[in-house]
């Protein structure tokens, strides 16, 4: 079955970086795009970031658009999203999950606090 491991959150001070990686297994990573999502306390989960299957298109929210790059490597069964000038408002734990594939990971918490 599809199993998803992120890894890599932890405590940042706003402006700090942070980059986060998703393990993937149970299914063919290099046939399906990815995403990553994140939930606030409080708050629904959104989508953050998307890529396709060879990485050659991304799209991102507005929200993290020119701060965060989302990219994979096909030979790890691996995507990342490199979290750049974070700010408060992105404090969450952060998933990542296989398009048109269902199951979550456990998600890795990212803290961003002075």
């Known amino acids: 079955q599809v199993q998803l491991v992120e890894s890599g959150g932890g405590l940042v001070q706003p402006g700090g970086s942070l980059r986060l990686s998703c393990a993937a297994s149970?299914?063919?990573?290099?046939?399906?795009?990815m995403n990553w999502y994140r939930q606030a306390p409080g708050k629904e989960r959104e989508w953050v970031a998307s890529?396709?299957?060879?990485?050659?298109?991304?799209n991102y929210a507005d929200s993290v658009k020119g701060r965060f790059t989302i990219s994979r490597d096909n030979a790890k069964n691996t995507v990342y999203l490199q979290m750049n000038s974070l700010k408060i408002d992105d404090t969450a734990m952060y998933y990542c999950?296989?398009?048109?594939?269902?199951?979550w990971g456990k998600g890795t918490l990212v803290t961003v606090s002075s």
């Open positions: 890529i396709t299957t060879t990485g050659a298109r991304t």
């Open positions: 999950k296989a398009m048109m594939l269902a199951g």
């Open positions: 149970g299914f063919i990573f290099s046939s399906y795009s």
